[in-house]
């Protein structure tokens, strides 16, 4: 008796039911469904089985996949077909400068799919959201937003992107931490809002901040923070 694996990676038995063998390995895939045929066909089992299954791939086909808004090389790419968002954004040449890391998702079949968090990946390794693109999705990057610049003696200075429920202390900790000569109060320098502003001329306004409440402090977009040397 012969089945095809259809695009989901699922193979349905009268008897047994819905099997699915998505992101398997060949070897891998072929224990799983020889323990499941096994428990109806008793043939497959033992030390001298008298039935036998055999799984083979035939070649695959290119699935097309649209990229759009803050990417370097945006428009429709032709890619392998177990291609995931990380790696589809690779080939449309990655994200530029304006555009976010922390909210890329899918539209497919014309509904939004959970979103790709570059930041959670890098920082965890949370690989759950990295979701395996299929034939005419559209891979949407909007723009950045926020821009908060950490600076000092941090292990990795540079201007990040915090999402609105984040605080200074998630800044800390996508920035690799404090180095061991830092000292414990930090200044934070913040923006005014430009209604806010008087005719002193003053843009800015600068504080310390005692590293233990940093995670009692929402950011502000635009926050700068120095971390100085003891």
């Given at each position: 008796k012969k089945y095809t694996i259809d695009k989901d990676g699922n193979i349905y038995d009268d008897k047994i039911g819905l099997l699915n063998i998505n992101g398997m390995q060949k070897q891998e895939a072929l224990e799983y469904l020889k323990n499941q045929?096994?428990?109806?066909?008793?043939?497959?089992?033992?030390?001298?089985?008298?039935?036998?299954?055999?799984?083979?791939?035939?070649?695959?086909?290119?699935?097309?996949?649209?990229?759009?808004?803050?990417?370097?090389?945006?428009?429709?790419?032709?890619?392998?077909?177990?291609?995931?968002?990380?790696?589809?954004?690779?080939?449309?040449?990655?994200?530029?400068?304006?555009?976010?890391?922390?909210?890329?998702?899918?539209?497919?079949?014309?509904?939004?799919?959970?979103?790709?968090d570059i930041y959670d990946f890098l920082a965890s390794g949370n690989d759950i959201q990295n979701i395996q693109l299929r034939d005419q999705d559209v891979v949407v990057v909007e723009s950045r937003v926020s821009d908060v610049k950490i600076y000092g003696e941090i292990r990795r200075p540079g201007i990040f992107e915090?999402?609105?429920?984040?605080?200074?202390?998630?800044?800390?900790?996508?920035?690799?931490?404090?180095?061991?000569?830092?000292?414990?109060?930090?200044?934070?320098?913040?923006?005014?809002?430009?209604?806010?502003?008087?005719?002193?001329?003053?843009?800015?306004?600068?504080?310390?901040?005692?590293?233990?409440?940093?995670?009692?402090?929402n950011f502000t977009d635009g926050d700068s923070l120095f971390v100085r040397k003891i």
């Amino acid at each position: 008796k012969k089945y095809t694996i259809d695009k989901d990676g699922n193979i349905y038995d009268d008897k047994i039911g819905l099997l699915n063998i998505n992101g398997m390995q060949k070897q891998e895939a072929l224990e799983y469904l020889k323990n499941q045929f096994g428990k109806v066909y008793s043939t497959l089992r033992g030390n001298s089985p008298t039935t036998f299954i055999n799984l083979s791939f035939g070649s695959l086909s290119s699935i097309n996949v649209n990229f759009v808004g803050r990417l370097k090389y945006p428009g429709l790419h032709t890619l392998h077909p177990f291609s995931t968002i990380l790696t589809g954004l690779i080939q449309a040449g990655g994200i530029d400068t304006t555009g976010t890391l922390r909210n890329i998702y899918i539209k497919r079949n014309g509904k939004s799919l959970k979103s790709f968090d570059i930041y959670d990946f890098l920082a965890s390794g949370n690989d759950i959201q990295n979701i395996q693109l299929r034939d005419q999705d559209v891979v949407v990057v909007e723009s950045r937003v926020s821009d908060v610049k950490i600076y000092g003696e941090i292990r990795r200075p540079g201007i990040f992107e915090l999402k609105s429920n984040e605080t200074l202390e998630d800044l800390l900790f996508y920035a690799g931490g404090l180095k061991s000569h830092a000292d414990s109060k930090i200044s934070l320098s913040r923006i005014i809002p430009i209604k806010k502003r008087t005719f002193s001329g003053l843009n800015t306004e600068n504080y310390y901040v005692n590293l233990s409440e940093l995670g009692k402090i929402n950011f502000t977009d635009g926050d700068s923070l120095f971390v100085r040397k003891i």
